[in-house]
């Protein structure tokens, strides 16, 4: 491709804050429309935002969580534009001083890391939502929604394909969980993005005319969108076309971005200071305080565990994907002492049952202490790998302590000696041919015995010993 992409990222997360921006109501998801409002959220004459000091603190975290500067003078700005969500006439948002700026996060792609840029990070309400009739020319509107702390990161344009913009996000929302800022629901529009892409001849400077991709709220939509943009304007500059600067909508059904309306510039919405709030002063007591309250963020846990539990790299980058599913993991290394087999479980038959049904590790049938009692087990050679997957089952379904599970069904492993050279015997007894065959060098045989031995000792004899005593017998 001779063109180059160049790809910045707005991203909007909904904080965790119990009550609105501006006001007392609350933001709690699902609601009946229009029962959490008031005269403040909905812009009733002679009524008088207050900041939500909650509010500050969480974008706080999340400027020191990305390296940003926190400014000591921050100002609240009108952006004003009409539309049936915004009952104001305008949103009260941050433009010439926004709280934070210039900071960056480091993905991975490749194994190779490269550093995104944070332009800036600033607080603002959320509008209203509109519900278009299918059968009907009617909309409604639902004023739920406005007021709601939003906090907006917006990158430099340092992205230049689409799986980059999907690993940013995917860090971007680890971070805002692990701080416990926001949820990072995508399908309740909690966390979403809008995204800006242009091309440029590769190896300029200058950048092309951006078309904004409009509320993608997922992973996928947002790596699909721009791998159809891209295809779309390279297509049209090919064809010695120009790039409109507008906002386009992506079409999942369809796969395909379709234009919305002409792209605005910041003048457009006539931005001037909010007269009816004070300039925000943030001072450094203030930036310390929220510092020291910051939990281990995520790359500075991945650095642990590979260091502290000698974990390769790829076992630490997914468990370390969210604070619940790390500290989880701890707590079944605390009680068991078995990082890489703890580790092993919880990526392999754990997160399977959590996907399958869908939920959290939160939620998880398996406690972190059960897993670890089982494994426990395995390390003591009480049970064996197969009969550990039982036991893993039956602690799913139940939610039974390992130990219990193998008392009631007798699951103890089979170690002894004598026991199962009996069952060796039997089986090379019977099996004359394959004997042979092993012995005259076909030793892909030998699994065939294994099994055998297992089947007969219902899965319950030592593996290890099972292989030391037919190699010792087939010579």
């Not at 042979?436 to 060098?441: L, M």
């Amino acid at each position: 491709m001779k063109f180059e992409p160049v790809i910045g990222l707005e991203v909007h997360a909904q904080l965790k804050t119990n009550t609105k921006i501006f006001c007392g109501c609350s933001t709690e998801f699902g609601a009946p429309p229009n029962t959490h409002v008031c005269p403040v959220c909905l812009g009733m004459p002679g009524v008088l935002p207050v900041l939500n000091r909650k509010v500050v603190e969480f974008t706080l975290r999340m400027a020191l969580s990305t390296h940003c500067t926190v400014s000591p003078r921050s100002r609240f700005a009108r952006k004003n534009y009409f539309y049936p969500d915004l009952p104001k006439g305008y949103q009260i948002s941050q433009y010439e001083l926004p709280i934070a700026e210039h900071g960056h996060i480091d993905i991975e792609m490749a194994d190779q890391a490269t550093r995104i840029g944070i332009t800036r990070i600033h607080m603002e309400e959320d509008a209203g939502k509109l519900t278009h009739d299918p059968y009907r020319p009617v909309s409604m509107v639902d004023y739920n929604r406005t007021g709601v702390p939003l906090m907006e990161i917006v990158s430099e344009p340092d992205i230049r394909t689409p799986e980059e913009a999907g690993a940013y996000l995917r860090k971007l929302r680890s971070i805002v969980r692990y701080i416990d800022v926001c949820d990072g629901n995508m399908e309740e529009g909690s966390f979403r993005c809008d995204a800006n892409i242009s091309l440029r001849p590769r190896g300029t400077e200058p950048f092309g005319t951006r078309a904004e991709i409009k509320n993608l709220n997922s992973f996928k939509h947002v790596e699909k969108a721009l791998h159809y943009e891209i295809m779309r304007q390279q297509e049209v500059l090919a064809d010695g076309g120009q790039v409109v600067q507008e906002t386009r909508l992506w079409n999942p059904d369809k796969g395909r971005t379709e234009s919305m309306r002409g792209k605005e510039e910041a003048h457009d919405y006539r931005y001037f200071p909010d007269p009816d709030l004070l300039p925000l002063a943030v001072g450094p007591e203030w930036i310390d305080s929220v510092r020291k309250s910051l939990p281990e963020l995520p790359d500075a846990k991945k650095a642990r565990f590979t260091d502290q539990y000698d974990l390769p790299v790829y076992d630490a980058d997914l468990l370390t994907t969210s604070r619940d599913l790390a500290d989880y993991f701890e707590a079944c290394v605390l009680a068991c002492k078995s990082p890489k087999e703890a580790s092993n479980w919880i990526m392999g038959s754990l997160l399977g049952l959590l996907n399958s049904q869908g939920i959290e590790i939160s939620a998880s049938p398996v406690s972190a202490e059960n897993l670890a009692g089982m494994i426990r087990l395995m390390d003591e050679g009480v049970i064996s790998g197969k009969i550990a997957k039982t036991v893993f089952d039956d602690m799913a379904a139940t939610g039974r302590a390992a130990e219990a599970i193998v008392k009631e069904k007798g699951l103890v492993q089979v170690t002894d000696t004598g026991t199962i050279e009996t069952e060796v015997d039997k089986v090379l007894a019977a099996s004359p041919d394959q004997v042979a065959e092993y012995r005259s060098g076909k030793t892909k045989v030998f699994g065939f015995f294994v099994g055998q031995v297992m089947r007969a000792t219902r899965g319950k004899a030592n593996p290890k010993m099972v292989n030391d005593i037919l190699k010792a017998r087939l010579g």
